[in-house]
């Protein structure tokens, strides 16, 4: 009877101990605090100034259809007609970007603006050309005959090409100082021999008598449309950069496979009717990806668009529309592109 007393005073001293042990132990492993929710990234704001022009559409697709939100970045897009107003606000950091011609850029270059050439918008493809009698059959009829275009400008550029490839020289032909669309009306009323201007006046012209001697189609990357962004903005963010090539690589496949509605989209945003934007845009070609990385190439196979502003550099140094030449290889940044898919 001792014996089984003693066994059960036992039995219960060792029940106790253990419900204290589980209760310690209970005590002692809490329930792991939950991790505080990382905080919300910003967008990065980026602003970029344009002028109103056809191929400039695909920024407003990207900022619509919200491939720039979506690769962390908050696009804001300026329309500002004036060219020296543009190159003004960019030089005062009041925006971060332009979307312009690539010669603009040469001479935002020369004006120790430091910029870099992130992504080509469109080249002209046809959109601009040289008007001539129809008894000039080939570019190198031209000699000794009236042009007329505005020098100093593309327009003189695409002329040159076209001699060159001729086998002419710019003092081959004589020159007739104009505003382009005022060349297409010269010509048009049998003024001169020859205009370079551009759409509608290459219509016109063809439709008054006269032929299209050379156009764009068969120059590539002269008349060239790009995005210049600052270069401390590009040190500063390069992810936020390499978003923005990347937006930009979307919404050019987006709308090869919504034309419609991305028409619609980009005249809304450039303030022209659809009919307009169409309109133009056949003589245009909007770069996708494949095109940038072809025009821009490598580091170690610079592309087409490397000579092209080395050229147009030396040409307005020759004209003495700029005071220096900057060089290709310090404001073209073929990275981002590069790294893109």
């Known amino acids: 009877m001792k014996r089984s007393i003693a066994v059960l005073l036992v039995l219960a001293f060792l029940a106790t101990l253990l419900a204290a042990g589980c209760g310690s132990q ?17 967008p990065v704001p980026l602003t970029i100034n344009l002028p109103t022009w056809t191929g400039y559409g695909p920024l407003f697709l990207a900022k619509e259809k919200g491939f720039f939100g979506k690769h962390g970045l908050d696009v804001n897009l300026v329309i500002i007609e004036g060219l020296g107003e543009r190159k003004q606000a960019l030089a005062a950091n009041k925006v971060q970007g332009m979307a312009t011609a690539l010669d603009v850029l040469v001479t935002v270059a020369a004006a120790d603006i430091p910029v870099k050439i992130i992504w080509g918008l469109d080249d002209s493809f046809g959109a601009d050309g040289i008007l001539a009698k129809t008894s ?6 031209l000699k000794g005959k009236t042009v007329a275009l505005e020098v100093g400008s593309a327009s003189h550029l695409l002329l040159l090409s076209v001699l060159e490839k001729a086998g002419l020289k710019e003092e081959d032909v004589k020159i007739t100082p104009m505003k382009a669309g005022d060349a297409g009306a010269a010509f048009v009323a049998g003024k001169v021999d020859a205009a370079v201007t551009w759409e509608p006046w290459l219509t016109k012209g063809v439709k008054a008598g006269g032929k299209l001697l050379a156009s764009t189609k068969e120059f590539p990357g002269i008349i060239f449309d790009a995005v210049g962004l600052r270069e401390d903005f590009v040190k500063a963010n390069p992810q936020a950069v390499q978003g923005f090539v990347q937006a930009m690589a979307e919404a050019t496949e987006y709308w090869k496979s919504h034309k419609d509605e991305s028409n619609g989209i980009m005249a809304k945003g450039l303030r022209i009717t659809t009919q307009e934007f169409t309109d133009t845009l056949s003589s245009l070609k909007l770069y996708d990806l494949a095109d940038n990385k072809a025009f821009f190439g490598t580091a170690d196979k610079p592309g087409l668009i490397y000579r092209n502003f080395d050229r147009t550099a030396d040409f307005y140094l020759a004209k003495k529309l700029i005071t220096k030449k900057a060089a290709a290889k310090d404001f073209i940044d073929s990275t981002f592109i590069n790294a893109a898919k």
């Open 136 to 141: 000039i059959k080939t570019p190198a009829d």
């Open 26 to 42: 209970k005590a002692a492993a809490p329930e792991p605090a939950k991790p505080a929710p990382a905080p919300e990234k910003k």
